[in-house]
């Protein structure tokens, strides 16, 4: 292991610069330290201006995502160590296809309207709601939605996401998930009206099924996995339609049965 | 976002207004909104945060929150270990509320969506926790935290009338003849300054444990809201009060929950000895016992760890001394199932595997018990001024602090806060042209000081690193009074060196430099509040510890203090008596033989 390392640092400042430039730091390298480690090093002893997102340094908060040499990852869960050899250099990038504010800092207000349009919350028919108490939910039940209720935001995925880099419509991986986190869970009873939203070409049908989602994912929710079994769903529903004399059978909720 | 620029008395500073504003959106603040929004969807509400909400420190809380929830256990036995965990500091009545209602607010979060462990038959599943003598604490594996947030932010979105101002940093509370009228806010993308008015503010910021140098907090947790209530004339409440981890991991300082010891680890020093037991925590058992030994609460625990230290049983590392957490015969399927987190963590970060290997743990600066002073609907003595969460000081924790309950006291006092809010802002106006001249005078504040200042030497990095250090000297896990008086010199030198500091960053977009500069500034004014505080209480009371006064004074002590703020900007401490209701002060006692007074208690909840 090198004990220095160079980083090359994307840089933009939209007051002073028409693009992004790099520009190179050498930084000490120690078996501890993760990648935002060594910005927060740049930052506090050599260049003030560096700016990045990062809070809870222990892989939870979703803020610091950032592309190291061409991959998407959470800089406090990426180590220094597994870069530093036979004089490497390491390259740190806004994460792709976000519109960038300031050097590694991307603008995530489209991807929050994203989240709101997956309509991420328990939805229950009026006459069927608790007021007090717990609703039941067997362990096997949890289990089901448990991995995409994991998702942490960070936005990876839409880094890596072929599909968002040409669509910017199309709603993405996550939000996907994350709808899908609801369809799956027992006392859920808004699939149907989730799916207004996701049948739409810009919804789960914007997915080409490339899987880089699900691989990039550094808590494991599998977003691919989650549009796969929604499109079956949404396929069994609509070939349902045809079956069933009145349309729609109210009990096929997408992934809900 | 109700943004209409008003600029009625020739200002440059733009403005736009609701009727309440949240500052901070962690489960206190996102409680606290849905709570206002339920009183009166009329209402026009705000959530104004630095960070957006699900980026909040609440997700990385990880073993659970509190709250009865088995026929086995009662309200007044929480209530008790509650009171004593805290040494005989909590407000009783603080207590009571909060028993009564965190059953209620954990199964609003079951209703909202939130996914807890459930028993196989679907009911809500509780585990031990460290000073609790019943099982009662819900989770969500070992990321509760993390669920309760997403699930209360996810349900923030279908309420129309909450909206958001994401990534904007406030800096100063605008105060009107003793009325709280709004705040100054800088919005991080632009560096926009603008003024933020409102009938009602509450604030929900968290903590403050950046400013020790070894801490779980996240690197946003600088006390930016107990600062604005004190700068703004509101007393800080208790701030002698600082809760150690007994386990953190070195370097980093990442947490490893206490749910780790409640699933049965066991704390073992340089000879593979549970030094517990020589605490006055009970005897070694294989399988853990309710408040005794590794679940005796965090005070005593981390108080342990130093005299193990000095006793020569702790192991060094390159980051400080160690003891171990073993969880090697608690199997890797339980880990899996009930300690993911553990696992996950200690193997990226300490390469090392729970399943095989023991923990290297020390102590970990987690939890302030003190902060803004409120009373048990979260009202400050400043009128339109409310806290709720870490920020506040209601007094529910006492002296120390219960693992489990910082969760639910979020909840309860958050949608306590938000009512009370709701309805002053309901029966309130909103300030008038005095707080605008406040609101421009702030903005030639942060241009003359920061911005577009000359001349200053002082690095941020090096005026932090210092105060951190000086912090952890003075007010650690023992204080005494000649560190505390050197903690509070260098203090007051590091507050004149602050007005020389210098910024690399001059620019409008994203200042992270201007932010880090000011939230060096509120982390001043926390820790001076804090040694001050510790060097009047001349007593050892949970988490506060002297060497020079060993012993609990009740006659002089059992009372709360209150820092305030000066005109002149120094500052006075006054004591407030503890509101005992049925708990006189006791002898804190842990271990299998402790009498627990309402073990045979009758309230029950189904």
Redesign the interface.
């Known amino acids: 292991m090198a004990d220095k390392i160079v980083m090359e640092i994307a840089r933009y400042?939209?007051?002073?610069d028409h693009e992004p430039h790099f520009e190179s730091y050498e930084v000490p390298v120690k078996r501890?330290w993760v990648v935002l480690d060594a910005l927060n090093h740049i930052?506090?002893?050599v260049?003030?201006?560096l700016?990045?997102?990062?809070?809870?340094?222990?892989?939870?908060?979703?803020?610091c995502g950032m592309m190291v040499n061409g991959e998407p990852k959470l800089t406090c869960?990426t180590f220094l160590s597994s870069y530093a050899r036979n004089g490497n250099k390491i390259r740190v990038e806004p994460l792709r296809y976000f519109p960038v504010?300031?050097?590694l800092?991307t603008?995530?207000?489209g991807f929050?309207e994203k989240?709101?349009k997956a309509?991420?919350?328990?939805m229950r028919a009026s006459n069927d709601?608790?007021t007090?108490?717990?609703?039941?939910?067997?362990?096997e039940?949890?289990d089901r939605?448990?991995q995409f209720?994991?998702?942490?935001?960070c936005t990876l995925c839409y880094a890596a996401c072929p599909v968002t880099g040409l669509d910017p419509v199309f709603i993405g991986p996550a939000a996907l998930a994350?709808a899908q986190r609801?369809n799956m869970?027992s006392?859920?009873q808004g699939a149907a009206e989730r799916t207004a939203t996701l049948a739409h070409p810009e919804g789960v049908w914007g997915c080409t099924f490339v899987g880089e989602c699900t691989r990039v994912c550094p808590k494991h929710v599998d977003p691919a996995g989650a549009i796969q079994q929604y499109k079956i769903a949404a396929v069994m529903d609509w070939l349902k339609s045809f079956v069933t004399p009145r349309g729609r059978d109210a009990g096929s909720q997408a992934g809900n049965d | 976002m109700a943004t209409s620029p008003l600029q009625p008395w020739g200002e440059s500073v733009e403005a736009s207004s609701h009727d309440v504003l949240l500052i901070g959106g962690g489960a206190a603040g996102l409680r606290a909104a849905i709570a206002a929004a339920e009183v009166n969807p009329k209402l026009n509400i705000a959530v104004v945060s630095k960070?957006?909400p699900?980026?909040?420190?609440t997700?990385?809380a990880e073993g659970g929150a509190a709250g009865v929830a088995k026929p086995d256990d009662s309200l007044d036995e929480h209530a008790y270990d509650t009171i004593s965990g805290g040494d005989w500091l909590s407000d009783q009545d603080a207590v009571e509320a909060f028993v009564a209602e965190a059953p209620?607010e954990l199964?609003q979060l079951?209703?909202?969506?939130c996914?807890?462990?459930?028993?196989?038959?679907?009911?809500?599943a509780v585990r031990a926790f460290g000073g609790m003598k019943k099982m009662r604490t819900w989770f969500a594996a070992d990321?509760t935290g993390?669920?309760m947030l997403?699930t209360l932010f996810?349900?923030t979105?279908?309420y129309q009338p909450i909206s958001r101002y994401?990534e904007w940093f406030v800096t100063k509370l605008l105060v009107d003849d003793g009325v709280v009228r709004g705040v100054v806010a800088i919005e991080l993308?632009s560096g926009r300054i603008q003024a933020i008015l409102a009938k009602a503010v509450i604030l929900c910021t968290g903590g403050c444990g950046r400013v020790f140098p070894f801490t779980t907090n996240?690197?946003?947790k600088s006390g930016d809201g107990m600062a604005l209530a004190f700068r703004a004339g509101a007393p800080l409440k208790d701030m002698e009060f600082v809760q150690y981890h007994p386990t953190g991991l070195p370097?980093?300082g990442?947490?490893i929950t206490e749910a780790a010891r409640a699933e049965g680890g066991y704390m073992l020093n340089k000879d593979g000895y549970r030094y517990l037991q020589d605490y006055n925590l009970g005897k070694p058992e294989p399988k853990p016992v309710l408040r005794c030994m590794e679940l005796g609460p965090r005070d005593r625990l981390s108080q342990a760890f130093v005299h193990e230290h000095h006793k020569g049983r702790t192991m060094e590392t390159p980051y400080g001394p160690v003891v171990h957490l073993d969880l090697r015969h608690l199997g890797e399927k339980l880990i899996n199932a009930k300690l993911p987190?553990v696992r996950?963590?200690c193997q990226?970060?300490q390469s090392i595997d729970p399943v095989r290997e023991l923990i290297p743990v020390r102590p970990v600066v987690h939890y302030m018990m003190g902060g803004v002073s409120t009373d048990i609907n979260g009202a400050t003595p400043l009128h339109g001024l409310y806290a709720a969460g870490e920020v506040a000081c209601v007094s529910l924790n006492g002296a120390n602090r219960l693992g489990s309950n910082s969760l639910p006291e979020c909840l309860v006092f958050g949608n306590r806060a938000g009512k009370a809010a709701a309805e002053f802002a309901s029966s309130h106006g909103l300030g008038n042209g005095a707080v605008m001249a406040q609101a421009a005078d702030e903005e030639s504040r942060l241009k003359s000081e920061f911005l577009h200042k000359t001349g200053g030497r002082e690095?941020?990095?090096t005026i932090r690193t210092e105060m951190q250090s000086t912090v952890e000297q003075s007010v650690g896990i023992y204080r005494e009074e000649a560190s505390l008086r050197a903690g509070l010199h260098k203090m007051m030198e590091l507050q004149e060196r602050y007005q020389d500091i210098t910024?690399?960053?001059r620019?409008?977009?994203?200042?992270?430099?201007l932010e880090?500069a000011l939230e060096l500034g509120f982390m001043l004014d926390v820790a001076q509040s804090m040694v001050a505080s510790a060097m009047h209480r001349t007593e050892s009371r949970g988490a506060h510890q002297r060497t020079d006064f060993a012993m609990r004074n009740d006659e002089k002590f059992l009372a709360h203090s209150l820092l305030y703020r000066n005109f002149d900007g120094s500052a006075r401490v006054e004591y407030s008596p503890v509101t005992i209701t049925r708990w006189p002060p006791g002898e804190r006692v842990y271990g299998q033989h402790a009498q627990h007074p309402d073990a045979k208690a009758v309230q029950r909840v189904s």
Not at chain 1, 119 to 122: D, E, N, R, S
Not at chain 2, 54 to 57: A, L, P, T
């Open positions: 400042s939209p007051e002073s501890e930052k506090d002893n260049d003030g201006s700016t990045y997102r990062w809070s809870c340094r222990m892989g939870i908060c979703g803020s869960a504010i300031r050097d800092v603008e995530i207000g929050m989240l709101k309509k991420p919350w328990l709601q608790l007090e108490g717990t609703y039941l939910q067997t362990p039940q949890l939605y448990k209720s994991m998702c942490i935001n994350l609801y869970d006392r859920d | 960070v957006y699900m980026r909040s420190h997700v990385s209620q199964a079951e209703r909202w969506g996914p807890w462990n459930r028993e196989p038959d679907g009911h809500i990321k993390f669920h997403h996810q349900t979105l279908k994401d993308m996240a690197n946003i370097f980093t990442i947490l987190f996950e963590l990226k970060y690095r941020i990095a910024l690399d960053d620019s409008h977009t994203f200042n992270t430099e880090s």
